[in-house]
């Protein structure tokens, strides 16, 4: 059986399209700045939460710090998963970030649950809101602080041409909007409807929702070994590009952020054992080149007929 590996590990944010170090770490600066902005709004308007009773500031907090929780767990995950492999984990610590997910999803919906609770209860007539003035305030910082971080990101982003943060540039406007839903909540309660509020944190509610369904998707399709069909097309394909191989069978996965390719390949089986190696060296070279992002191409050569 052969393998490739040692090649650099992939990027912590998925930057692929970023070949300039320079660049790459104008990226990580930027996401790191942005999220240490998005903590810092988050729990001031989850200070701001408690004096008020207002929910809508509540969910708005949560959300701004499930969205801060999830990029922390990417970090944290990539430094992990850099650890080299010992005998106990032959294949190093890659999965550490998808059992830090687990962790990270059940607080967000935990915290989807709380907000939705807790609007509800407004709904129906318990508890005021006090201290409007503060509380419009702290709204305000969210719209402002999510639109800076969204901006900085589109900035950075155009510059270096990285679809990735460009995207994250579009999700922080979003945020900015759940912001501004908070915040005309607690405008609608100063000019009068008690219910402006809890209203606020019942949409607000639905995008923590959101977001909760999203990384919860995103992990269960790691645990459970889901690939792109595309990449066991493309494997394929191009194993069988290669003289001498009669039939070939792809299969792949992710182990953290390593995708390892397995390739059965189907040889004469009275080719001498240096043949089929050699045949298993190209192949490997080829899908190497079909798939850049495989990190992990093993061979088994099995005899046809
Ligand atoms: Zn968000």
Known sequence: MHTISGRQAADPVGLTEVDDAGERRAAHRAIALSAVGLAATGLAELLIALLTGSVGLLGDAFHNLSDV?????????????????????????????????????????????????????KLLGHGTTTHLGVGIAAAAIGVL?????????????RRIQSATLIGDAKHSWLDALSSAGALAGLVAV??????????????????????????TTDLARHLLDGVDPAVITSAEAAATTVPGVSHIHARARWTGRTLRVEIEGWVDPDLPVRAADAIGRHVIAAVAHALPEARAISWSARSAG
Not at 98 to 113: E, K, P
Not at 145 to 157: D, E, S
């Open 190 to 215: 100063a000019a009068g409807a008690r219910w402006g509020d809890p209203l606020a944190g019942l949409a607000v509610t639905l995008l923590i929702c959101h977001i909760g369904w999203e990384v």
């Open 69 to 121: 929780s999830t990029s922390l767990v990417v970090f944290l995950g990539f430094r992990v998963s850099r650890r080299t492999a010992s005998e106990r984990y032959p294949y190093g610590l890659e999965r550490a970030e998808d059992l830090a997910g687990l962790g990270v999803a059940a607080v967000i919906w935990a915290s989807a649950l709380f907000a939705g609770v807790e609007s509800v209860r």
């Open 145 to 157: 602080g999510n639109q800076l971080v969204a901006r900085y990101k589109l900035r950075v982003g």
